[in-house]
């Protein structure tokens, strides 16, 4: 005579597929966060400046309370680019920016003065020029400036 071996399987459902099927049964009331209720939890998020540090960090209270310094600094003709010439390539690229004494976008890896074999990994990659996050986000942390980014 021939056993049949059965295996059970047990699904542990994830707390949101809990609440689908909550929704379902008319259990709760399904309320989408509107963009505002959005942008406030960010916000909140953001100010809590302590989510940004390191573990080691917080057990050894760290507190930034200026940019790292560094020598870092744009090629001398990007740097002597007007603020309108900027303003034109953040637009072109879609790129909001706030803040004092923003570092210029720079649009190619080269000019951003990355070392060779860095720039060799990136083409071997096939990575060719920086993305819009890029261009204003690398300048910005090779200045030592603290960003936020969303691409």
Known sequence: ??????EEVVVKKSLLDEKVEMVKRGEIEEVAPTVEDENVQMLEDLSNKKSLLSVQELANDVQYTEPMKTDWRPPKHIRSTTEEERSKLRAKWHIIVEGDDIPPPIK????????????????????????????????????????IGIA
């Open 1 to 6: 005579p021939q056993q049949e071996v059965v």
């Open 108 to 147: 190619d890896f080269k000019e951003m003065r990355l070392p060779a074999p860095v720039i060799g990994l990136l083409k071997s990659k096939g990575i060719e020029r920086p993305t819009p996050i890029q261009v204003q986000g690398i300048p910005v942390a090779l200045s030592g400036r603290d960003m």
